[in-house]
Structure formats: C-alpha cells, structure tokens
C-alpha cells in the first residue's frame, strides 16, 4: 500500500468558515452547509510542479496532491481518462467553442468524478453502506465505484428516471428503489435512513468529498488549455457540484500561481425553464434560492428544485462576473439536433441545454463572438432516448 503525501489540513463550512477536522466522518457543517476541504496550499505550491502532475495517467487521479485520498489502496480505477475537448468547428467557423465530453468517463457520466471521490473517502474513514437519491447518473456511478471497493450501495430515484439508468445501476451492485417522488423527496427518505443508523448519505453536497472530484474539471481544463482557461464556461447546474467544484479549482490554482487571475472564465449557470431556482434567484438579486415547484424537464439532470449549494454556485456565478440563464426544453431538443447533425458529436440533454444557452447568449448579446467558449457535456449521449429512424426497406421486392 502506497501512502500518498497528503495536503489535506481541514475542512471549513461554506457558509460561514467555521473549521471542521480532517480523518473523521463528516456530512453536513455545524450550520446545516456543505464543508469545504482545505489543502496546505502552500507546501503544494514549494514542492509539486504542475507540469509534472499533467504527465501523469490515470485521469483524474493524477491529482492526488489536491486530492484528500491518502492512501492508494483506495484509489479505484475503472480507467479513468482525461476527457477530450471537441471543437464545434463546422457550426462556429469564426468563434472558438468547445465542448467538453465528460460522456467517455467510466459509467458514462462526469459523476464518475465526484463518486470516485465521495466513495474513496467514505471507504477510507471506515463507512461501509452508501445511500443516495439520485435522477440517473449518480446512481450508476456511486454503483460502479462501490461495489469496486466492497462496498454496499443503496439508490432511491424517481419512478420516472430513464430505466437505462435504473438497470446500469442495479447491475453494477446497487440496491435501486423506484419512489413516486422528486429528487428532493427521495433525498429525504434517504436522510430518515442514515438517521436510523442504516447508512451513510452520500447526497449531492452533504458530504465534502464529490465537490473534490468534480473539482477536477477545472483542473484538468486549465492543463489542458495549457495552462489558462476560455471566456466563458457553459455549466447546466443541478446540485451545482460541478460549478462550486471547477470554481474551487480555479482559486486552488490561482492559490498555487499555476494560473493567473487574468485567466479566470464568466461561469454561466444553465438551467431549464421547466425547473431554474438558481436563475430565479440570480435574477432577483438572492443568495439562496427557493424551492421550484413542479419542476419538469427531460433533461433529468438539472431537473433539481432546491440546492444544498445554492449560494456557493449563485456566489461562484457572480464572483465570475458570469450569469444565470434558462432554457426551454424545445431549445434544447433542437440544439441536441443540431450538434449531432452538423458536427457529428451526439451530447446528452443536458449539455445541449449548454450549447442552446451559448446561441441564446450570442442572440441577446451577453457573450460576443471573441470570447472563446467551452460548454459541458456531462454524458454520454447514448443514455437518453432519440428521435426514431430508418427507413423500411425490403429487400424481396425484385
Ligand atoms: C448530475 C448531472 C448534472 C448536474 O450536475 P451538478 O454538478 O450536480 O449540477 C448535469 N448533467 C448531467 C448529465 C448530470 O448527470
């Protein structure tokens, strides 16, 4: 077993700073937040070079110093890989747009990152049954990295999660629950369990360690920008552990002078009409958001009514100088259409909702053709349902 240097110090409520110990379990902070975790930056910045940590495999392993995993015993590979961005070359000649394509992460889906985090940590402080709601692809993931680690996993959805994620998750050795509610309802059935001592909550934000692997989008985009970032980042926020993540990333770098406060990206919130708390509450000048009733969108993964995070993504969009948009769902079909058609490259619901946000932005003028973009697709296309095709052909007529 490899002992990695470990920079990890403590961890500090989001909210209100208040300091919480490292090597010991931990869900929420003290006043109900999400905890942060906090490195010896320093030390970090005297004796890792950023060049080096680049060269290495192993996807987004290969950040262990910003990482809070000590032990490699507990690093899980399923082959992770750094994820490619694709250049949307054919539909914008003159801009430069890019799209990140978290879909080629294992289970299809940048939850990979967070879950390899969330479920390492929890293997490594002793935890040994994970619970979480999910509307799809944190369940496979959580599943698929558990079960890598002997662990026992629990998954509650909406009954109207796609049933490809319902089957990839229980196949992969989760124990997968079909609830006649919301996300935010199956997250309380989930909480009643962890209450009763049946297991652990493993829920977007309520434990510190899935921010850390989200946190390695940022990391990973600025090294392969060569260390600098776009304009502007199109992110369709759910839970908003992405946003809160690459943020994170982004003042770590500035911390450890691997990137400059010129490089810094507008962060762009994507949500859909259907279901847009954080646009709501960006619009009305709020840092926390309310609860959005009857939220409705096919895109299932921003479908998320109320955020743990809100005012760390709301913060993190504002301290950017970004903003918060909504998207209709009509939009959204037509950009899946659109990117896969002209530019061959098939994005999951999700990250079209980035690409129509990006067309609504260059429409209404607040992002200009100079400014280089990158959007995120956050899986694989292939998960989601498609327009039917083919045309019949029968092949016994003469
Ligand atoms: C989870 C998910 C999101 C939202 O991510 P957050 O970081 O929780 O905001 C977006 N798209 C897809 C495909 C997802 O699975």
């Not at 990695?4 to 110990?21: A, V």
């Not at 940590?53 to 015993?73: D, I, N, Q, T, Y």
């Not at 940022?218 to 552990?241: K, N």
Request: charge should be negative; charged fraction near 20%; glycine fraction near 10%.
């Amino acid at each position: 077993m490899q002992q990695f240097s470990n920079f990890l110090t403590h961890l500090e409520c989001g909210l209100t700073g208040e300091l919480h110990k490292a090597g010991i379990v931990h869900g929420l902070s003290k006043a109900g937040k999400p905890l942060l975790a906090r490195y010896d930056l320093s030390a970090i910045k005297a004796g890792v070079d950023r060049d080096s940590v680049w060269s290495r495999g192993g996807g987004f392993w290969k950040w262990r110093e910003l990482l809070p995993v000590s032990s490699s015993e507990n690093v899980c590979a399923l082959g992770e890989v750094d994820t490619p961005l694709i250049p949307l070359n054919t539909l914008h000649r003159s801009s430069q747009v890019w799209v990140k394509d978290e879909g080629r992460l294992p289970t299809g889906s940048f939850k990979a990152r967070g879950l390899a985090l969330a479920v390492a940590m929890a293997k490594e402080l002793g935890l040994s049954h994970l619970a979480m709601p999910t509307n799809g692809n944190a369940g496979s993931a959580l599943a698929a990295y558990a079960t890598r680690l002997g662990m026992q996993s629990t998954v509650v959805c909406p009954d109207d999660t796609p049933s490809i994620n319902i089957e990839e998750t229980a196949l992969q050795g989760a124990q997968v629950f079909k609830a006649n509610g919301l996300i935010n309802a199956c997250g309380a059935w989930v909480k009643a369990g962890a209450d009763a001592g049946k297991w652990f909550d493993l829920s977007t934000l309520k434990e510190p360690y899935r921010i850390e692997g989200k946190k390695t989008m940022g990391l990973e985009l600025a090294a392969q920008m060569g260390w600098t970032l776009p304009d502007v980042i199109f992110y369709p926020t759910g839970g908003g552990t992405g946003l809160i993540g690459m943020c994170k990333a982004f003042d770590e770098l500035l911390a450890l002078g691997w990137l400059e406060k010129k490089d810094l990206p507008r962060m762009i919130a994507v949500q859909s009409t259907g279901c847009a708390p954080i646009v709501r509450a960006y619009e009305n000048g709020e840092r926390f958001a309310e609860v959005w009733q009857d939220a409705h969108t096919f895109a299932a993964g921003i479908r998320v009514p109320a955020a743990v995070g809100d005012f760390l993504i709301l913060d993190g969009v504002r301290n950017s100088g970004g903003f918060a948009i909504a998207v209709t769902d009509e939009a959204i079909e037509h950009a899946r259409i659109k990117v896969a058609r002209e530019e061959g490259l098939l994005l999951c619901p999700e990250g079209a909702a980035t690409y129509a946000a990006y067309l609504q932005s260059r429409a209404d003028g607040t992002v200009t053709s100079e400014e280089s973009v990158v959007l995120f697709n956050c899986a694989t296309g292939l998960k989601y349902p498609m327009p039917n095709a083919g045309v019949a052909l029968d092949l016994e007529i003469n």
